[in-house]
């Protein structure tokens, strides 16, 4: 079935530092890519998303490429915030339906 | 104020107890998803509805679990003879037809049973 892997945290950086967070995925069709971000006490928010094969997702100074051939969707960012700080789900959906979450990355970011 | 609302925030019951949950989506999403996370993982999928119909249920939602959406607006949805598994955040959505615009969630009840 549908699943998606992320990489463990939780994840400290000092600010400006470069962030990536990994996420490789399993889906029998062709599903869309999605990050979603979790701020303490909130509901998630959609942060970006891809709907196909090299489709790159932007937001914010995130970015994260659809790539097939590795079936991953990674997370990146050239300098974080301390605002920044958050948890970060990896997500796929593939009929539209349903979505499947990765278990959530904690990014804390220090001054 | 054009998000999902969820109410209450907050609910600590008694082992036994029923409780119910609503969720107001945006007004024009024809969908609407419930899904319960538990500490430290991710949201795991419950049911959806397309306007009033439940089109979806997933094996998690045992007998005990009962979801509606009456005219297709708001859902509620109610867990009787609470367990303490039960506790989780339970989690709301709401999302236009088409796929790839991804959902908008509310923040949220988070149940206690003790």
């Known amino acids: 079935g549908d699943s998606v892997t992320q990489m463990e945290g939780p994840v400290t950086l000092s600010e400006e530092a470069f962030l990536t967070i990994n996420c490789t995925y399993t889906?029998?069709?062709?599903?869309?890519l999605f990050w979603y971000v979790q701020y303490p006490g909130e509901g998630l928010q959609l942060l970006l998303k891809?709907?196909?094969?090299?489709d790159k997702g932007s937001n914010k100074g995130f970015e994260a490429t659809y790539r097939k051939e590795t079936t991953s969707f990674h997370l990146e960012k050239g300098s974080v915030q301390v605002s920044d700080s958050a948890v970060y789900f990896c997500?796929?959906?593939?009929?539209?339906?349903?979505?499947?979450f990765g278990t959530g990355t904690s990014l804390t970011v220090i001054p | 104020d054009t998000g999902v609302s969820q109410n209450p925030r907050h609910k600590i019951t008694k082992r036994g107890q029923n409780v119910t949950f609503r969720c107001d989506p945006i007004?024009?999403?024809?969908?609407l998803y419930w899904y319960r996370q538990t500490l430290g993982q991710g949201p795991e999928f419950l049911t959806y509805?397309?306007?009033?119909?439940?089109?979806?249920k997933s094996r998690l939602l045992s007998d005990r679990f009962s979801a509606e959406r009456p005219k297709g607006s708001f859902s509620t949805l109610e867990i009787q003879r609470t367990e303490q598994g039960d506790s989780a955040m339970y989690l709301c959505?709401?999302?236009?037809?088409?796929?790839?615009?991804?959902?908008?969630f509310g923040s949220g009840t988070r149940l206690t049973v003790v």
């Open positions: 509805f397309q306007n009033e119909a439940q089109l979806e």
């Open positions: 891809a709907t196909k094969a090299d």
């Open positions: 007004s024009e999403h024809n969908r």
């Open positions: 889906a029998t069709g062709y599903p869309s």
């Open positions: 959505a709401s999302s236009p037809s088409a796929l790839g615009y991804g959902y908008t």
């Open positions: 997500a796929l959906s593939d009929t539209g339906n349903q979505f499947y």
